[in-house]
């Protein structure tokens, strides 16, 4: 157990609609960061925190994506109209200062119909 | 960050050494290679980085060859638990540590 936690772990949502997802990385991880992962690959870097400020977002992070974390300690992710090739795990994970050692969540599935 | 290839899949009998390769011919200096593994439905976990001297933990070892071109992760006594895809990660410089993951090796350990 890493102690990062994510919820909710599977959302089920139609196309077209909005979804928030939450991360909590213990209170150490001052680094935070989204990942994507489909069926078969390796996870995918989506976007970056340095407490609260994002420093750094993938092309992959499209105009329906945004993320946030406004007090440097939990972080919500939000996709806005859904789409079908949103279906994905989405990874958390957090970092301290001491070199690059992540410390992933367990992931929610998102499963768009 | 330094691309990495790594073979698609790899066997290990139970209680024998798993020796996973890498090759990162393009790594740059300031650049440490980093090793994780995907349990299957479960989020990566860190196993070891270096950057140039060889690194052991309570879970692997970790082998860089001199021009840094290429490291092979060693698990010393391989358990069924271990049975995952191992990533091979070069990371560093001014990449803010985000992590950039290839396809992996899937290990598979047999009784």
């Known amino acids: 157990d890493t102690g990062v936690s994510q919820d909710p772990r599977h959302k089920i949502t139609k196309r077209g609609q909005n979804v928030t997802f939450r991360c909590d990385p213990i209170s150490e991880h001052n680094r935070l960061y989204w990942y994507r992962q489909t069926l078969g690959q390796g996870p995918e870097f989506l976007t970056y925190f340095q407490n609260e400020a994002q420093l750094e977002k993938s092309r992959l992070l499209s105009d329906r994506f945004s993320a946030e974390r406004p007090k440097g300690s939990f972080s919500t992710l939000e996709i806005q109209r859904t789409e079908q090739g949103d279906s994905a795990m989405y990874l958390c994970a957090g970092g301290g200062q001491k070199n690059n050692e992540q410390f992933f969540g367990p992931g929610t599935r998102l499963t768009v119909l | 960050d330094a691309k990495t290839t790594q073979p698609p899949s790899m066997d290990c009998a139970e209680g024998r050494a798993a020796n996973l390769p890498c090759n990162h011919s393009?790594?740059?200096?300031?650049?440490?290679v980093y090793w994780y593994r995907q349990i299957h439905s479960q989020g990566p976990q860190y196993i070891i980085h270096g950057l140039k001297n060889n690194e052991t933990n309570e879970m692997a070892s970790l082998i860089i060859t001199e021009d840094r071109k290429s490291s092979t992760l060693i698990l010393p006594h391989a358990t069924l638990r271990d049975t995952a895809v191992y990533y091979c990660?070069?990371?560093?410089?001014?990449?803010?540590?985000?992590?950039?993951f290839g396809q992996g090796t899937i290990l598979t350990v047999h009784p």
């Open positions: 393009t790594i740059s200096g300031n650049e440490y």
């Open positions: 990660i070069v990371s560093g410089g001014t990449s803010y540590g985000k992590l950039t």
